[in-house]
């Protein structure tokens, strides 16, 4: 059995409801973009967990490299006065 | 829904580590595992853990796409439309369930052709359960009830197992599997209650034929499984063979009063000081009997599974051929989303989501 002839491997996202963006909820192998959507249906929308599916090859997708991680995304954990909760208010207009 | 916890494993596939680098790398991880921290697919992981991993999911897989035949049996042979539909539903279930754990596979670094290779010539293992025929329309509601019931209480523990995608996978899995549990306890219930004689007959027939393979679901006993110990310190298994299987009976016995059925069990009996149900020895000769390929229907299940293989194959070239056809034509009519869908979707692969190598590289 010959490895080269299985359909290639698609990520599937759904959108749960309108207003709600689309979720990656997994993958599935198809031979071309109709079929992945079918598929999608089928697979990851048997239960109305959706109104709208979209596909996209894997091999398409760029990710952020893991080994990466720290370097990329720690150097905002010193940042706090991004955050709103940093800034301490008087009671009567903390709600702000 | 129907992993089995079956330590088919080679006794130890650890590789000397092999430098200071692997060191730090192994220590790191073990020090993810203990603070309860999920593993992602492309994190560093040891072979070792990848290796059960791709195998405890493959088996599980397989066991999916094989258990839907002994109930594929029933559908067009259900007493109502309503029956029917359940079944067919429930079959459906069992086929999705098998996609998601052979994806959750993959991300592992192994291809599904290699998996189903696997299966089909007899290396890979699937549960037991499905080795048994299933002889009357008693069985379907049986199948639910006990099998679906003991691969739940199998499963939910795995819906924390340290590697995320197969967490992910699990986490969907029984979401849907409470109903094949339900419809499966409510068609015995409705035999039993408004049934005739010898429907109420044949509901215990299954129940007698059923609940000795039901309870071997849980794999061998603690004492006689010894991979489980690593399995656990990797967070790949929460719950022991034994005490999943005493929870097991300790709820179905109730549920079994309620149907009005007996358990083959003469030795089932309440303990007070243990507060569980004592159960009578379990035949593990039958077990490994019926896992090493030479249960009732071992053969004639792997037949159906080669056959049905074999005779798509022309189907898959077909759309490959037919896909391959098109990309290199311009754009026809009816062909792909249009420019709306399209951009929105190349918004969303800004989102990183979780990505896995593409199986042509």
């Keep these: 059995m010959s490895h080269g002839s299985e359909w290639p491997l698609w990520e599937v996202f759904v959108r749960s409801k309108a207003g709600l963006d689309h979720k990656h909820c997994g993958s599935l192998h198809a031979a071309d973009a109709a079929m992945a959507i079918q598929l999608a249906r089928d697979v990851y929308t048997r239960r109305q967990e959706g109104t709208s599916v979209w596909v996209v090859r894997s091999d398409q997708i760029t990710a952020s490299d893991p080994g990466d991680k720290e370097m990329y995304f720690d150097p905002a954990a010193d940042k706090v006065y991004r955050h709103p909760t940093f800034y301490v208010l008087p009671d009567a207009v903390d709600h702000m | ?361």
């Design chain 2, 1 to 361: 829904m129907y992993t089995q916890a079956m330590d088919t494993a080679p006794k130890d596939e650890r590789e000397a580590i092999a430098s200071v680098e692997q060191a730090e790398l192994q220590r790191r991880f073990d020090q993810r595992i203990d603070a309860g921290e999920f593993i992602e697919a492309k994190d560093w992981m040891p072979d070792h853990y990848r290796k059960t991993l791709v195998r405890q999911i493959s088996q599980h897989a397989h066991s999916e796409i094989v258990g839907m035949l002994p109930e594929g049996n029933w559908i067009t042979r259900a007493p109502s439309l309503k029956r029917k539909a359940i079944l067919l539903a429930k079959v459906q279930d069992e086929g999705g369930h098998g996609l998601y754990l052979y994806a959750a596979a993959e991300t592992l670094g192994t291809s599904r052709d290699q998996m189903i290779e696997a299966l089909h010539a007899g290396k890979a293992k699937y549960s037991s359960i499905f080795n048994y025929p299933t002889l009357t329309w008693a069985d379907m509601g049986t199948i639910g009830w006990l099998v679906d019931g003991a691969a739940i209480m199998n499963q939910v523990p795995i819906c924390r197992c340290s590697y995320a995608p197969y967490a992910r996978a699990m986490i969907r899995i029984c979401r849907e599997e409470s109903f094949h549990q339900r419809q499966g306890f409510e068609s015995l219930l409705t035999m039993m209650r408004e049934g005739t004689d010898a429907q109420r007959a044949m509901v215990q027939d299954a129940v007698d034929r059923w609940w000795w393979p039901s309870i071997m679901m849980f794999g061998p006993p603690d004492d006689k499984s010894p991979n489980s110990a690593q399995s656990m310190r990797w967070g790949i298994k929460r719950i022991s063979n034994d005490e999943l299987r005493q929870k097991f009976v300790d709820a179905t016995v109730e549920q079994a009063k309620v149907l009005g059925v007996t358990l083959p069990d003469p030795e089932l009996k309440w303990n007070d000081a243990r507060g569980h149900w004592d159960f009578g020895a379990i035949d593990w000769d039958e077990f490994w009997r019926v896992v090493s390929g030479d249960g009732p229907c071992n053969r004639e299940r792997l037949a159906a599974r080669v056959a049905a293989w074999e005779e798509g194959a022309w189907v898959r070239e077909a759309a490959l051929a037919y896909a391959s056809k098109r990309s290199v034509r311009p754009s026809g009519p009816g062909q792909g989303p249009g420019i709306d869908q399209r951009s929105a979707a190349a918004g969303a692969t800004g989102s990183t989501p979780a990505v896995r190598e593409a199986e042509s590289s």
